[in-house]
């Protein structure tokens, strides 16, 4: 299957594309609140402004033509819309000091579930799915309420660093990825990986890991298998868009 387009014009309309779907995907998938929490990318051809579902709009109305472009003092530079506040607090931050050019943050039921926990360090590899957690999640213990400064997102990201994924205790969780196809796919996998972990600790019973050397194992690169990891993001995501031209048509308007 042929990858995207590379022309600017063109990188720009996939990527308000792109951005719509995964809200409407978020509705499908159950990871949304309504209009509250957000998901950003980096415009194509900057890497100051960003992309966003102005504040108000629900999660299962997004279309591509809806995303505004702002910067990181909140300016609404592209599309007429409101900018919510913790938006631009938050992922401005992580874009830039990430180098992350999408980022998604929610408060999905059975991630959100474990990081309620006094312990939150609760996603150890017990499933196969788990292993593309195990040594990708930071964590973060330092929730103060709503963020209004950039000091937040500022803040976030060292603690970030390196890693995906953002377990924020007492508040939700953030993804970042290179594609709106790989970070999506990526929080999809969190939250069904988290509901199994709650399920199975609610049982009461003995956990059955798995072994590290599998992990290290699963980690090294295959040259035998089918399919690219990137490969497998883009078709799953190509996928799940004929989900959506199906159940929820008019993200691409």
């Not at 980022?103 to 474990?114: G, K, M, P, R």
């Not at 969190?190 to 399920?199: D, G, I, M, R, S």
């Not at 798995?210 to 883009?234: C, F, G, I, K, T």
């Amino acid at each position: 299957m042929a990858l995207p387009p590379t022309d600017l014009d063109g990188e720009v309309r996939l990527a308000r594309v792109h951005l719509a779907a995964a809200h409407r995907l978020a509705v499908h998938d159950g990871l949304e609140e309504g209009i509250d929490n957000h998901f950003t990318m980096m415009l194509p051809g900057h890497t100051d402004r960003y992309l966003v579902l102005p504040f108000g709009r629900h999660w299962s109305e997004a279309r591509a033509s809806d995303m505004i472009a702002f910067d990181e003092s909140g300016r609404v530079l592209e599309g007429t819309g409101e900018l919510e506040l913790s938006a631009y607090c938050i992922h401005a931050p992580l874009h830039r000091l990430l180098g992350a050019r999408v980022v998604l943050h929610t408060h999905q039921t059975w991630a959100l579930a474990l990081n309620m926990l006094q312990d939150n360090r609760l996603l150890p590899t017990c499933q196969t799915t788990a292993y593309h957690f195990s040594r990708n999640i930071a964590y973060d213990d330092g929730y103060s309420g709503l963020a209004h400064a950039l000091s937040e997102g500022e803040r976030l990201a060292s603690v970030m660093g390196s890693k995906q994924v953002l377990f924020m205790k007492n508040h939700g969780v953030v993804v970042a990825g290179d594609t709106v196809a790989q970070a999506y796919r990526l929080l999809y996998k969190l939250e069904k990986v988290c509901k199994a972990q709650v399920l199975a600790m609610a049982t009461g019973r003995p956990l059955a890991l798995l072994p590290e050397a599998m992990v290290d194992e699963v980690d090294r690169p295959n040259p035998q298998n089918s399919h690219s990891r990137a490969e497998r993001e883009w078709l799953y995501f190509s996928a799940m868009l004929r989900v959506l031209d199906r159940v929820m048509p008019g993200y691409a308007d």
